[in-house]
């Protein structure tokens, strides 16, 4: 499966915004997708995740509450509304596929086999 993240942007504190990610071929919906991001510097963080089905959703504890993963398995696409954004939540995010995590591996990006190009995400204080 081949991804292409959308949506980044420069934003003020308090801001929204709704990265997006669209994934090729006609099995999207077997496929866990999460969000993760990278700051300059920093290593690779898991951000967010939805199972197939898109019954089962996952966060990172820093974004509970204010960001919300969903997927559109007819449009193969991923989606990230981020809201409340804070100066912290500037990174390149990055969205990622798998078919075969199990739960306990979910936040782990190295189980993760296909990966999109990344979108800026830049919060200003």
């Known amino acids: 499966v081949q991804l292409q993240a959308s949506g980044g942007g420069l934003v003020q504190t308090g801001g929204s915004l709704k990265l997006s990610c669209a994934a090729s071929?006609?099995?999207?919906?077997?496929?866990?997708v999460a969000w993760f991001r990278q700051a300059p510097g920093k290593e690779r963080e898991f951000v967010a995740a939805?199972?197939?089905?898109?019954?089962?959703?996952f966060y990172t504890d820093s974004v509970k509450g204010r960001f919300t993963v969903s997927r559109d398995n007819a449009k193969s696409t991923l989606y990230l509304q981020m809201n409340s954004l804070k100066p912290e939540d500037t990174a390149v995010y990055l969205c990622?596929?798998?078919?075969?995590?199990?739960?306990?591996?979910?936040?782990?990006?190295?189980?993760?086999?296909?990966w999109g190009q990344g979108t800026q995400v830049t919060v200003s204080s």
């Open positions: 939805v199972k197939g089905n898109g019954g089962s959703t």
């Open positions: 071929g006609h099995t999207f919906r077997r496929y866990t």
């Open positions: 990622a596929a798998d078919s075969g995590i199990i739960n306990t591996s979910i936040r782990l990006s190295q189980q993760y086999d296909y």
